[in-house]
């Protein structure tokens, strides 16, 4: 089957489809234990030069575990850590060549703007007036230049994250690492910072890795994302990849919003696979081939707005259709979301979004309307329970 | 809690304050009387402050008292403050409990018995007791002082301005003295005022320690004040009140004026955002 | 680099050392003297430099230390118990100390009650004014009161300058004068934890008692009270403890028949130079103090790990 590509292609950069392209930073069977609690299990990845690749996962993932490991603030129970084919291991922080920007900024209040970016310079013993002309371009690409003289309590929290942005870009390290550096802005801030992190990581071509719980940002920023659940990868991949082919459960309910339809596999062919939901018994048939066995249960996930929503009744022997009742209508302003009941149950749902084009809506859909909901064949991504 | 104080409260607040200060504001007033009976107002006069600056013992046994105290809270502010850092920062280790107990023990434990203890243990060691011994005692409980100042101030502090000193290349002693010392030496100067004045005051832990020629001005206090009150004492104690009240009061100002300065900052830099 | 085991904050062994400093500090000048107390607590009065023995003399080696050990007794303690003097002067310190603090509670609670009351603006120089008798030496402030308390001091000058006595009450040199002076020496150590916890009490939590029908009287016994509960148990424990071995106030304010454990064991330190009855007069104070500094203790921790 020829492949599709997934998403939009935002630049000719793949090093991670070639298997020969040496990585740039890599975990061997890194594994970390405090006490009895195992927060990252026997994990192996591998990051390239100049990827600006993310971390995402929920609280106590192992994602900044991991991160502060590369840092040298943690050392693995076991495994390896390379960055540009030097073992790590042994090496403290203050010598390792990659800077942190920390959640909580960790700005020196005791510093002004201008000598918390020079510190790191300062301890490299860089020449005065170089690190004066470093000092100052990093103030102009982080558009600080007025507050140089500043101290940190004298910033608002956008100035201070920009500063926290400068200090550990100063010293050009071969990876900045990002510790949930937007969490802090608010939502406004946030999207705009995104776009100038993205910005500046190409200006500079360097390696960024990020940390971060908001699946928006991480899909924002980088090239690859790496999921994580339990101190383990769950999938790496490219956004688009993890948005519209996840390859897991967890990873399909994580990312985004999705409906989970629970079905029986009943054929399966070249031309790809037939399930029967376990409810309501609709027939779905999508062109996936699938490892699972006939009668096997498996989980359909489908995103609400590839799911299409009519007035009327199934027609009869069709199949990726199912008849709903309306049971919810939420108006988001750009989207509407429609929950419509399709069992006994009143979990037994199914969501449906569409866009809100035009501002006056002629006959609108509403509650307890009998509708049909259909999808296309390719819609949809067979996972195995 | 933030409602209008009744007249119930303006009273117990000003008895309560009257209650503290009366008695030191009639020992200031009395340091001042003519008459040699302490209680019976002769007229104005300074002649006891005159007069003290003829007690060449007196003298003696203040500079005793400055340079035991000065030296005692230098050495049980580096203490103190190593003391507060392991406190916060060790975790876990083999005798936490014990240090933890050692720590705060002294600050209620009676000062006879850390007196008698401490003598005890130099004339065990066959120390002869004088202005180094009395040093060694201030030393010891008012460390515990300074760790438990300088602690509440490390409590608040943001480990990650440290591990993002030496994420940028500097080494841990260091990053110490540049970022972490900085950050809590209000504390530390706190802590050192604290062992300053607690050295300064005592009694009776200098009583037991102290050996011939180590005569300290509270002790000189005490021994006159056995005797009877006497105006110049009151001009004694009158000099020791005005001098902490002033630095008190000046230390207290700095730090208000300083935090005045910090919101109103901070207030300017909020809303820059957007 | 093979240093699997390195933690962030590396130290080197200088730098273990240094963190050590703190430790062996307390270890040779806290708890070691302990030690040496309770080790000559079993010693006997002698007639020599130091005035007891057996003397420990590490120069005779682990011989002599046998040697010493055999020699040791519980002969003071046993005295302790027959002279009525020791133990009366216990049970009367903690019966001082006991109702001292209970009067510090009932001077000290409107104090910070008023402090928590208070608009905004006053209360750093409230706080202020609470803090400076602290830093000020508390022998001065015990001082400061014999002149006003003795028979031609200023108080009785006052009370019969208004005529509401003839003759000079005796207070100085009595048990009263030594209440006064524990009430005042340590009235800022319970305002301190008090007005803390008061203060952190949320305004709306009487608002909202109120808005359910109940009167502000009732309000203060039901809700104020209850809470400000930690600091009023913090505040006592740091006037108890100290007060039961308190040395100073009732050797300048209390009288010949006042007794109180810490001046009993400095007399019988200086006076009578008995250094192993003063020993075991220690080591009993100590194990009288040991349980309330625990329960201390337990609810300081209590207390900040609500915080934290």
Same mark, same amino acid.
């Given at each position: 089957?020829?492949?599709?590509?997934?998403?939009?292609?935002?630049?000719?950069?793949?090093?991670?489809?070639?298997?020969?392209?040496?990585?740039?930073?890599?975990?061997?069977?890194?594994?970390?234990?405090?006490?009895?609690?195992?927060?990252?299990?026997?994990?192996?990845?591998?990051?390239?030069?100049?990827?600006?690749?993310?971390?995402?996962?929920?609280?106590?993932?192992?994602?900044?575990?991991?991160?502060?490991?590369?840092?040298?603030?943690?050392?693995?129970?076991?495994?390896?850590?390379?960055?540009?084919?030097?073992?790590?291991?042994?090496?403290?922080?203050?010598?390792?060549?990659?800077?942190?920007?920390?959640?909580?900024?960790?700005?020196?209040?005791?510093?002004?703007?201008?000598?918390?970016?020079?510190?790191?310079?300062?301890?490299?013993?860089?020449?005065?007036?170089?690190?004066?002309?470093?000092?100052?371009?990093?103030?102009?690409?982080?558009?600080?230049?007025?507050?140089?003289?500043?101290?940190?309590?004298?910033?608002?929290?956008?100035?201070?994250?920009?500063?926290?942005?400068?200090?550990?870009?100063?010293?050009?390290?071969?990876?900045?690492?990002?510790?949930?550096?937007?969490?802090?802005?608010?939502?406004?801030?946030?999207?705009?910072?995104?776009?100038?992190?993205?910005?500046?990581?190409?200006?500079?071509?360097?390696?960024?890795?990020?940390?971060?719980?908001?699946?928006?940002?991480?899909?924002?920023?980088?090239?690859?994302?790496?999921?994580?659940?339990?101190?383990?990868?769950?999938?790496?991949?490219?956004?688009?990849?993890?948005?519209?082919?996840?390859?897991?459960?967890?990873?399909?309910?994580?990312?985004?919003?999705?409906?989970?339809?629970?079905?029986?596999?009943?054929?399966?062919?070249?031309?790809?696979?037939?399930?029967?939901?376990?409810?309501?018994?609709?027939?779905?048939?999508?062109?996936?081939?699938?490892?699972?066995?006939?009668?096997?249960?498996?989980?359909?996930?489908?995103?609400?707005?590839?799911?299409?929503?009519?007035?009327?009744?199934?027609?009869?022997?069709?199949?990726?259709?199912?008849?709903?009742?309306?049971?919810?209508?939420?108006?988001?302003?750009?989207?509407?979301?429609?929950?419509?009941?399709?069992?006994?149950?009143?979990?037994?749902?199914?969501?449906?979004?569409?866009?809100?084009?035009?501002?006056?809506?002629?006959?609108?859909?509403?509650?307890?309307?009998?509708?049909?909901?259909?999808?296309?064949?390719?819609?949809?991504?067979?996972?195995?329970? | 809690?933030?409602?209008?104080?009744?007249?119930?409260?303006?009273?117990?607040?000003? *008895? $309560?304050? &009257?209650? @503290?200060? %009366?008695?030191?504001?009639?020992?200031?007033?009395?340091? +001042?009387?003519?008459?040699? =009976?302490?209680?019976?107002?002769?007229?104005?006069?300074?002649?006891?402050?005159?007069?003290?600056?003829?007690?060449?013992?007196?003298?003696?046994?203040?500079?005793?008292?400055?340079?035991?105290?000065?030296?005692?809270?230098?050495?049980?502010?580096?203490?103190?403050?190593?003391?507060?850092?392991?406190?916060?920062?060790?975790?876990?280790?083999?005798?936490?409990?014990?240090?933890?107990?050692?720590?705060?023990?002294?600050?209620?434990?009676?000062?006879?018995? *850390? $007196?008698? &203890?401490? @003598?005890? %243990?130099?004339?065990?060691?066959?120390?002869?007791?004088? +202005?180094?011994?009395?040093? =060694?005692?201030?030393?010891?409980?008012?460390?515990?002082?300074?760790?438990?100042?300088?602690?509440?101030?490390?409590?608040?502090?943001?480990?990650?301005?440290?591990?993002?000193?030496?994420?940028?290349?500097?080494?841990?002693?260091?990053?110490?003295?540049?970022?972490?010392?900085?950050?809590?030496?209000?504390?530390?100067?706190?802590?050192?005022?604290?062992?300053?004045?607690?050295?300064?005051?005592?009694?009776?832990?200098?009583?037991?320690?102290?050996?011939?020629?180590?005569?300290?001005?509270?002790?000189?206090?005490?021994?006159?004040?056995?005797?009877?009150?006497?105006?110049?004492?009151?001009?004694?104690?009158?000099?020791?009140?005005?001098?902490?009240?002033?630095?008190?009061?000046?230390?207290?100002?700095?730090?208000?004026?300083?935090?005045?300065?910090?919101?109103?900052?901070?207030?300017?830099?909020?809303?820059?955002?957007? | 680099?093979?240093?699997?085991?390195?933690?962030?904050?590396?130290?080197?062994?200088?730098?273990?050392?240094?963190?050590?400093?703190?430790?062996?500090?307390?270890?040779?000048?806290?708890?070691?003297?302990?030690?040496?107390?309770?080790?000559?607590?079993?010693?006997?009065?002698?007639?020599?430099?130091?005035?007891?023995?057996?003397?420990?003399?590490?120069?005779?080696?682990?011989?002599?230390?046998?040697?010493?050990?055999?020699?040791?007794?519980?002969?003071?303690?046993?005295?302790?118990?027959?002279?009525?003097?020791?133990?009366?002067?216990?049970?009367?310190?903690?019966?001082?100390?006991?109702?001292?603090?209970?009067?510090?509670?009932?001077?000290?609670?409107?104090?910070?009650?008023?402090?928590?009351?208070?608009?905004?603006?006053?209360?750093?120089?409230?706080?202020?004014?609470?803090?400076?008798?602290?830093?000020?030496?508390?022998?001065?402030?015990?001082?400061?009161?014999?002149?006003?308390?003795?028979?031609?001091?200023?108080?009785?000058?006052?009370?019969?300058?208004?005529?509401?006595?003839?003759?000079?009450?005796?207070?100085?040199?009595?048990?009263?004068?030594?209440?006064?002076?524990?009430?005042?020496?340590?009235?800022?150590?319970?305002?301190?934890?008090?007005?803390?916890?008061?203060?952190?009490?949320?305004?709306?939590?009487?608002?909202?008692?109120?808005?359910?029908?109940?009167?502000?009287?009732?309000?203060?016994?039901?809700?104020?009270?209850?809470?400000?509960?930690?600091?009023?148990?913090?505040?006592?424990?740091?006037?108890?403890?100290?007060?039961?071995?308190?040395?100073?106030?009732?050797?300048?304010?209390?009288?010949?028949?006042?007794?109180?454990?810490?001046?009993?064991?400095?007399?019988?330190?200086?006076?009578?130079?008995?250094?192993?009855?003063?020993?075991?007069?220690?080591?009993?104070?100590?194990?009288?103090?040991?349980?309330?500094?625990?329960?201390?203790?337990?609810?300081?921790?209590?207390?900040?790990?609500?915080?934290?």
């Amino acid at each position: 089957m020829a492949k599709k590509s997934i998403g939009p292609v935002r630049r000719e950069f793949v090093p991670w489809e070639n298997s020969d392209h040496p990585p740039f930073i890599e975990f061997r069977n890194v594994t970390k234990k405090f006490g009895e609690f195992v927060a990252v299990r026997n994990l192996s990845l591998k990051i390239y030069e100049k990827e600006f690749f993310a971390l995402l996962g929920g609280s106590g993932c192992g994602k900044t575990t991991l991160m502060r490991m590369l840092a040298g603030f943690e050392t693995p129970t076991s495994g390896q850590i390379f960055l540009d084919g030097q073992d790590l291991a042994g090496i403290p922080p203050y010598r390792r060549p990659s800077n942190m920007m920390f959640q909580s900024y960790a700005l020196f209040p005791h510093m002004n703007v201008e000598k918390n970016i020079a510190f790191g310079l300062k301890q490299d013993s860089m020449p005065a007036q170089d690190i004066e002309a470093r000092v100052s371009e990093m103030l102009r690409l982080t558009k600080l230049e007025q507050f140089a003289q500043r101290k940190p309590h004298q910033l608002s929290g956008g100035q201070r994250q920009r500063v926290a942005l400068a200090r550990s870009l100063a010293k050009r390290p071969k990876v900045l690492l990002l510790d949930e550096p937007l969490g802090a802005l608010d939502r406004k801030l946030r999207e705009e910072t995104q776009f100038e992190l993205m910005n500046l990581q190409e200006e500079l071509e360097m390696t960024f890795l990020i940390v971060t719980h908001d699946q928006e940002e991480a899909m924002t920023v980088a090239d690859r994302i790496a999921v994580m659940d339990k101190g383990e990868l769950v999938q790496v991949a490219t956004p688009a990849e993890i948005y519209e082919a996840p390859n897991s459960k967890f990873v399909a309910d994580f990312i985004g919003d999705v409906n989970l339809i629970e079905a029986k596999v009943t054929e399966k062919s070249d031309a790809g696979t037939r399930l029967v939901s376990v409810v309501d018994g609709f027939v779905i048939d999508s062109e996936q081939e699938t490892e699972a066995g006939l009668g096997e249960t498996v989980w359909y996930a489908i995103r609400p707005e590839k799911v299409r929503i009519a007035q009327g009744r199934r027609e009869e022997g069709q199949v990726n259709q199912i008849d709903g009742l309306v049971w919810d209508i939420a108006y988001l302003g750009d989207v509407s979301c429609i929950h419509s009941k399709v069992g006994e149950d009143d979990h037994d749902t199914i969501r449906a979004t569409f866009a809100n084009i035009s501002r006056m809506v002629e006959n609108p859909i509403t509650w307890d309307d009998e509708v049909v909901l259909s999808f296309d064949r390719d819609a949809g991504v067979i996972l195995k329970g | 809690m933030t409602r209008g104080p009744t007249w119930f409260n303006i009273t117990s607040l000003v *008895l $309560g304050f &009257s209650f @503290l200060y %009366l008695p030191i504001v009639l020992l200031v007033i009395y340091s +001042f009387n003519e008459s040699r =009976l302490v209680t019976v107002w002769g007229g104005f006069s300074t002649k006891w402050y005159a007069s003290l600056l003829q007690n060449e013992q007196l003298l003696d046994a203040a500079w005793v008292t400055l340079r035991v105290a000065f030296a005692s809270a230098t050495i049980a502010t580096v203490l103190g403050t190593l003391a507060a850092l392991i406190l916060v920062r060790s975790g876990r280790f083999m005798g936490r409990s014990l240090f933890s107990g050692m720590i705060f023990a002294p600050l209620v434990m009676p000062e006879v018995i *850390l $007196g008698l &203890s401490l @003598l005890l %243990l130099f004339v065990a060691m066959g120390t002869a007791r004088g +202005f180094w011994t009395v040093m =060694l005692a201030h030393t010891t409980f008012a460390m515990c002082y300074v760790a438990v100042v300088v602690q509440s101030r490390l409590v608040g502090f943001d480990k990650s301005v440290e591990e993002a000193a030496e994420d940028l290349g500097c080494p841990p002693v260091k990053t110490f003295f540049l970022i972490t010392l900085p950050i809590i030496l209000p504390g530390v100067i706190a802590g050192w005022m604290l062992a300053f004045t607690l050295s300064l005051d005592d009694l009776v832990i200098a009583s037991f320690t102290t050996g011939p020629g180590a005569t300290t001005l509270p002790m000189k206090i005490y021994s006159q004040v056995r005797l009877g009150v006497t105006p110049e004492i009151n001009a004694v104690c009158t000099i020791l009140v005005g001098l902490v009240t002033i630095g008190v009061i000046a230390a207290s100002l700095v730090t208000k004026r300083q935090q005045v300065q910090r919101e109103r900052d901070e207030r300017a830099a909020f809303g820059a955002d957007g | 680099m093979s240093e699997q085991t390195a933690t962030p904050a590396k130290r080197t062994i200088g730098g273990k050392l240094l963190i050590a400093m703190p430790y062996l500090w307390l270890l040779v000048f806290f708890l070691a003297p302990f030690l040496i107390v309770f080790k000559i607590s079993l010693s006997q009065i002698a007639v020599s430099i130091p005035p007891y023995s057996p003397a420990i003399d590490l120069a005779e080696g682990w011989q002599g230390l046998v040697e010493a050990f055999r020699e040791f007794s519980f002969e003071n303690y046993i005295w302790l118990t027959e002279d009525a003097l020791y133990w009366k002067s216990y049970v009367s310190s903690v019966v001082i100390a006991a109702i001292s603090t209970l009067f510090t509670l009932l001077i000290g609670y409107p104090i910070a009650y008023g402090m928590a009351r208070s608009p905004q603006a006053w209360r750093p120089t409230l706080l202020m004014l609470v803090i400076l008798p602290f830093w000020t030496s508390f022998l001065i402030r015990v001082y400061a009161w014999i002149g006003i308390l003795k028979n031609e001091g200023l108080l009785n000058q006052f009370l019969m300058m208004l005529g509401l006595i003839d003759e000079p009450l005796v207070i100085l040199n009595t048990n009263i004068a030594v209440y006064i002076g524990i009430v005042y020496s340590y009235l800022p150590f319970l305002v301190l934890p008090l007005y803390a916890s008061l203060e952190r009490l949320d305004g709306s939590l009487l608002e909202a008692a109120e808005d359910l029908g109940c009167p502000p009287w009732k309000a203060f016994w039901k809700i104020t009270v209850p809470l400000s509960l930690p600091g009023v148990i913090a505040g006592c424990f740091l006037v108890f403890i100290p007060a039961v071995g308190e040395f100073v106030i009732p050797d300048l304010l209390g009288g010949s028949n006042t007794l109180m454990i810490g001046k009993t064991l400095w007399v019988e330190f200086f006076n009578n130079r008995d250094w192993p009855v003063s020993s075991a007069v220690a080591v009993i104070l100590l194990m009288i103090l040991v349980i309330p500094i625990v329960l201390f203790q337990n609810q300081q921790q209590k207390m900040s790990e609500k915080e934290g």
